[in-house]
């Protein structure tokens, strides 16, 4: 493992290729190989960048980080209607900065939320590397 600047540097094999404008804030190795590694756009997992205004709920237990990710079921006029994907745990060896990013990073999405009659939840968020906002109408759980 490299330090710089007091900083542990990800290791070139377990770095994703990120896009020009993004950044390593903390990364951790997870026990069954490879990286959970968080930047300023989101939560790479085995390869696949999760947008931390994709992530309906992320749970640190103390030993891994279990992260419900969402994916898109109807475009509307003016709000993108959401439901959630199977949780992924992932077990962090050294979590270092990775549960405190993940939540800061999740949480600075979110401008409002509000429950709805039927359940849902109508939520204005922010895109990381976008300006303005979105409206999200995220589908209770079946």
């Not at 962090?92 to 939320?113: F, N, Y």
């Not at 109508?122 to 303005?132: A, E, K």
């Amino acid at each position: 493992m490299i330090k710089l600047f007091g900083r542990d540097r990800i290791p070139a094999e377990l770095r994703p290729k990120l896009a020009p404008e993004e950044r390593v804030l903390a990364w951790a190795p997870v026990t069954d190989g490879g990286a959970a590694v968080a930047t300023n756009r989101g939560l790479w997992l085995a390869g696949r960048r999760i947008g931390w205004h994709e992530i309906s709920k992320a749970v640190w237990d103390g030993r891994a980080m279990i992260v419900t990710p969402t994916e898109v079921v109807e475009e509307r006029e003016h709000v993108t209607v959401l439901r959630d994907l199977a949780s992924q745990r992932v077990v962090l060896e050294r979590p270092g900065g990775v549960p405190d990013a993940i939540r800061q990073r999740v949480t600075a999405t979110i401008l409002s939320s509000e429950l709805q009659d039927d359940g849902s939840r109508l939520v204005r968020r922010r895109i990381p590397g976008l300006d303005g906002t979105v409206w999200m109408l995220h589908l209770p759980a079946e």
